[in-house]
């Protein structure tokens, strides 16, 4: 590679906001230490998009469905063998084209769930980085399901679960959904091939940050080259070194941002209670129902993000019946902005790991109501290790009903055992900026994975 070029990082997501919207983040950190970054999505994946980000250089591969992405395909499956065939093949053009423009790649950052990925890249003679989206925790969990250590579904729902390097025992309802459940198997071998060939990848990046995982991380350290690189948050929200970096800058949903934030200026401090389930999940109509009547009965105001194809799932007459002080219902809204802002008291979320960082990384209690993949995993951190929400609890059915809804977002808003959460996620907040300030953990580990680039470019 000629030494007249400096560091030049290929960074290929998989098309999901959740998984694009952290490794963009990477990608503006590495861009600020003088890297050069093209992301590269797929094409169907653009063309879902409101908006793009200005900040990096954009370029394209193919999945094989290049109209509808995954939604064209007639399975999961077809889906993943077109896209490594395809993708292997159009990553393959995208990197000879960029070394004949003049600007060659000597580094490839992937997301796991594309581990072909891999051999492209040792073809090319190209470093490879996998970028694990999910937590250290979560993706323990996947390696021992991975290695059978792990053997799963448990016998009894209310068995312990033991994780080799975790302390905290876990029980079935703790552990990610495709791991308990027979009809997630399909996804839960994408999950565990995520680690069939790290064996010969170079580095191992996490979106989370050593102190918040120390021991899980301490253990798999022992096993791969690990090194933690978050929170993935827009630097504004953290240690406000890139002083442009207030946004993403990539969204598949057109926020109503001035329709959240004026009627937001309009609450008390801390008297919001903020709720979304973030761009993918789909609750049952009778557990809408259920989290409707259980946030009017709380007292507190409320926003609430509902997404259109969401919104018939409501009760009948209620957005009627809601007047404009007690709570507004949108489609969507700028996330950053409403958990920075002073009105916002908690956040009642899904646990999603890009929301749950989010809330960590501003300061918000949370009131987790999990619905599937790793959003059990990270409830069970928020509430039991990390102390900084509550879980609320199902019914036989699996419905959160709305007593539950309304004593637990009390608990965090208004009792006295809501203080300690608050306290706890306060401490936590100042951790997480110290993390990516200058000298933190994280920033300590891009320093080196960038030191390594400008060696070898």
Not at 159 to 184: H, M, N, Q, R
Not at 411 to 432: H, S, Y
Request: hydrophobic share 40%; aromatic share 10%.
């Amino acid at each position: 590679m000629s030494t007249s070029h400096k560091a030049h990082c290929l960074i290929l997501p998989y098309p999901f906001q959740g998984h694009i919207n952290p490794m963009l983040q990477f990608s503006k950190r590495l861009q600020s230490k003088h890297v050069e970054i093209t992301i590269a999505p797929t094409k169907s994946f653009l063309k879902k998009m409101k908006e793009l980000p200005t900040s990096v250089s954009i370029e394209a591969i193919s999945d094989g469905y290049d109209d509808g992405g995954i939604d064209q395909a007639k399975t999961y499956e077809a889906y993943l063998t077109r896209f490594k065939e395809v993708g292997s093949d159009t990553l393959s053009q995208l990197i000879q084209k960029l070394e004949n423009s003049g600007c060659p790649v000597n580094c490839i950052v992937y997301d796991p769930f594309l581990p072909w990925v891999v051999e492209v890249a040792k073809k090319f003679g190209l470093i490879s980085a996998a970028f694990f989206t999910q937590n250290c925790t979560v993706d323990n969990i996947y390696y021992h399901v991975h290695k059978g250590v792990i053997k799963l579904p448990p016998t009894q729902n209310d068995e312990k679960i033991l994780i080799p390097g975790f302390s905290c025992p876990i029980e079935a309802s703790d552990v990610p959904t495709f791991v308990i459940y027979p009809e997630g198997e399909r996804i839960l071998q994408v999950l565990v091939n995520q680690f069939s060939n790290l064996d010969k990848v170079d580095w191992i990046l996490i979106n989370s940050f050593y102190e918040l995982e120390k021991e899980v991380i301490d253990w798999m350290s022992k096993i791969y080259p690990i090194k933690t690189i978050g929170p993935t948050i827009p630097s504004m929200y953290l240690d406000k070194r890139l002083h442009d970096d207030k946004e993403y800058g990539l969204s598949i949903f057109k926020p109503m941002t001035n329709e959240c934030l004026n009627w937001l200026n309009h609450q008390p401090i801390s008297s919001v209670v903020y709720v979304s389930f973030g761009s993918l999940a789909k609750l049952e109509a009778e557990q809408m129902e259920e989290l409707a009547w259980g946030l009017k009965n709380s007292n507190n105001n409320f926003l609430w993000v509902v997404r259109s194809t969401e919104e018939s799932k409501l009760p009948k007459n209620f957005l009627e019946e809601l007047t404009i002080e007690k709570g507004l219902v949108v489609s969507w809204c700028p996330q950053l902005q409403v958990l920075e802002h002073e009105s916002i008291g908690c956040f009642l979320t899904h646990c999603g790991w890009n929301s749950t960082l989010e809330s960590i990384s501003m300061g918000v209690p949370m009131v987790a109501i999990p619905q599937w993949t790793d959003q059990p995993t990270n409830a069970k951190l928020v509430k039991d290790v990390w102390e900084i929400g509550v879980r609320a609890k199902q019914d036989e059915k699996g419905i959160v009903r709305r007593e539950i809804i309304e004593e637990y977002i009390k608990l965090v808003m208004e009792e006295e055992k809501g203080k300690l959460i608050r306290e706890n996620a306060k401490k936590w907040k100042e951790m997480a900026r110290n993390v990516v300030d200058e000298g933190g953990s994280s920033d300590k580990n891009i320093e080196e994975f960038v030191s390594k680039l400008v060696t070898i470019s």
